[in-house]
């Protein structure tokens, strides 16, 4: 399997939403991660063909999405990031008009019904109106209707939305059992959500694809940039001011302060008068070392 956007562009007013996007993906999950309105929902509305974009084109194995219509259609499973789901129909009977949208004889409908039921741990709520559900529930009601019919291209918007964090790890395991034989696209600002699952990061700033490669990869590009400072209550307000802060981690008796350093600063200069310790990055520091001037991280002191 094979999903090309070449070149995809698409503009609102004087927004550039999409610029110029271009990536070649195969079976496996790909994060497709970004801070609020770099571009992911619509990137995700044109691979869709919900929407056209203004140049560029999307092929699947090959073929141009628009000639496909309907056949590309089939192979697609898609959990949109907002969507009004019919409150009167029950789950069971939501999941089976959509297994008759995707033209499923009665028996697979019946049996593909249960199956996500089951995936998503729904079961118990079967029978439920969906009006009825909660706000989580009715999430997982969306990534089961996105499973439904066997999808080759599954393209899941923010899929852990609004899920406690039990809900938000069965869900990534369940994505990532997909993965075999499929293309699993994951668009989200949630980096936990991909780190682990993910065969690629691509990275979405402004609507411009500024890096796309393996989580490996990305994290190799912030070797010996990444330290642990081990401080107290006096020393942090310097520390915060020096050095780009990851995260704060305090104890009873000490403070641990996870840094990053940016391109100007080394260890052997910027690190000296403390006692730290070199880490790996991890793809959250790749994120924050990309997107900094957007960030909106707040540390309680
Ligand atoms: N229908 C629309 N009309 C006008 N502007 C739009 C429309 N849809 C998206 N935009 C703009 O395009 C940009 C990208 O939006 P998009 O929804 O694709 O971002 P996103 O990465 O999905 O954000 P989020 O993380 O908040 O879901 C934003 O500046 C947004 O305001
Ligand atoms: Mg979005």
Redo the contacts with the bound molecule.
Sequence with gaps: MELKINGISKQ?GS?K?LDNFSATLTDGVYGLL?P???????LIRIITDSINSDSGEILFNGKDIKELGVSFRSFLGYMP?HHGIYPSFTATQYLSYIGSLKALGKNEIHQQVLYVLKAVNLLDVANRRIGALSGGMKQRLMLAQALIGNPKLIILD?PTAGLDPKERIRIRNLISGFALNRIVII?T?VVSDVEYIAKEIMLIQKGRLIYHDTPDRLCKSLENKVFEIETDEENLDKILSQYEVCNIHKSTDSIIVRILLNENQNEQRDMCGYDYKRIRASVEDVYLSVFDEERETEFVK
């Design positions: 609102y927004i939403a970004g609020n309105g770099s571009g992911k929902t619509t990031q923010e668009a600002h």
